[in-house]
């Protein structure tokens, strides 16, 4: 069975530009979730989608952070514009169902804001 | 909101000796689980407990529920150097999954 697949694996970029990540969940996996895990803590969720519902986002910076899961499958996350404290490891993960499933992870996404 | 808090925070351990930590909610959970996340590597689940007073065991890793179902643990008994990494709990209230502040685990050969 494939895991979950993200892209790119790392990103550097410079203060107020813009970026974008990927993920592509386990097949048949309805929930998908977006975490940002800073250096030294646990995930943060921002957001969680049920298909290609919205869940969960009340910790997404609505300001600067948007995601989108448009045909239940994959989803991107976009930052625009990145501020330094966005560097972080993105992780997607996904679950068979919304509540009481074990959580699998993606490799994340290392960002480099400079 | 709710919070998750875990200590020790760090723990360096010979091989061959036992390793705890604990898992505080502010809130009552319905569940919480477990993982493990290797140095540079992602979150790996390792299990689930449900019930209050719920006592699992996977080898050499105990998992235990608190009755208030506020608090949880994990036992490592003779810690090997593949046990190296991070262990996170997440409790689960309301609606969420909120990961602990996690506990880094050295293990000295």
């Known amino acids: 069975e494939a895991g979950v697949a993200q892209s790119p694996r790392y990103k550097i970029i410079e203060k107020r530009q813009s970026v974008a990540f990927w993920c592509n969940p386990i097949?048949?996996?309805?929930?998908l979730y977006w975490y940002q895990q800073i250096l030294g803590q646990g995930p943060k969720l921002l957001i969680q989608f049920q298909n290609n519902g919205v869940v969960d986002d009340s910790q997404l910076p609505k300001d600067r952070f948007s995601a989108e899961r448009l045909k239940g499958v994959d989803s991107t996350l976009k930052i625009q514009p990145a501020k330094l404290e966005d560097s972080a490891v993105y992780l997607c993960a996904s679950s068979l169902v919304r509540r009481s499933y074990e959580q699998y992870f993606g490799p994340g996404t290392r960002l480099t804001v400079t | 909101g709710q919070q998750v808090m875990q200590i020790p925070q760090y723990q360096h351990v010979q091989e061959g000796e036992d390793f705890t930590t604990y898992c505080n909610s502010s809130?009552?959970?319905?569940?919480i689980q477990w993982y493990k996340q290797r140095p540079g590597g992602h979150p790996v689940f390792l299990i689930q407990l449900v019930k209050s007073g719920e006592v699992k065991k996977q080898k050499r890793l105990t998992f235990q529920f608190g009755e208030a179902k506020k608090n949880s643990s994990l036992h490592i008994t003779a810690t090997q150097t593949t046990d190296v990494g991070t262990y996170f709990c997440a409790g689960r209230g309301f609606q969420k999954l909120v990961f602990g502040t996690g506990t880094r685990l050295l293990v000295s050969p």
């Open positions: 809130t009552t959970l319905s569940n």
């Open positions: 097949s048949g996996h309805a929930t």
